[in-house]
């Protein structure tokens, strides 16, 4: 509250994060800019070759269901455990989860939530990868799911549209606004909920490669070549 107060202006990088500050730090709306976070150019659909090596690097399933996030409770990785256990009860065993964004010498781990919901075998945590191979990452991926209850913006989100990754994400804060069309929503303080849309999202191959060229059309909105221009002005 503070920063916001002794600030002269504030960007901002969704509508969520501007009604936030104007609702509950009463910041007139006049001192908000909304200009959203910029993605770099390296972020984009990876050759078959590079997505092979990094397939190997990490010894990785030919399909798996992919979440970068550190293991903060907001990320909601317990609730994601429990729906991959409730997949297993309705459906059968999905694709493994493959989990990285555990920043270094972060003491908590999501392998304790796996093995409390009894999926440890089909979780797979890479904890800090090289952010150089997260664009193979999302391009090998079947999926990215974002079940995250709260985001004043949500990087990976533009980075899986990048990268042509199909999308299943959170109907909460800014997550809607930030992947529009690209993405099949839930409510991620419901398991089932979560179960429901990767088991939707799994089973309909057409929706997903539609998904993904929506996400590339929408990603360009997030280029620096449309951002910079904006924070120059």
Known sequence: RSSVELAAHLIVPSDYTRRTLHERYNVPLEKLSLIPVGISDTFGRSESAKIAYVRAKYQLPTEFIYYPANPWQHKNHARLMAALRLYREQHGECP?????????????????????????????????VDP?????????????????LFEGFGIPLIEAMACGCPIAAADATTVPEIVGDASILFDP??????????????????????LAQRGCERVERYRWKAIVPELVD
């Open 96 to 128: 493994p989860l493959v989990l990285s964004g555990r920043l270094r010498n972060e003491r908590r781990e999501a392998m304790s939530l796996a093995i409390a919901a009894g999926i440890e075998s089909q979780v797979i945590d890479l904890a800090f």
């Open 132 to 148: 150089t191979d997260l664009p193979e990452l999302y391009s090998a991926a079947m999926l990215m799911v974002f079940p995250s």
């Open 189 to 210: 303080f419901s398991a089932q909920a979560i179960a429901d849309a990767l088991y939707f999202l799994l089973d309909n191959a057409v929706l997903r490669e539609e």
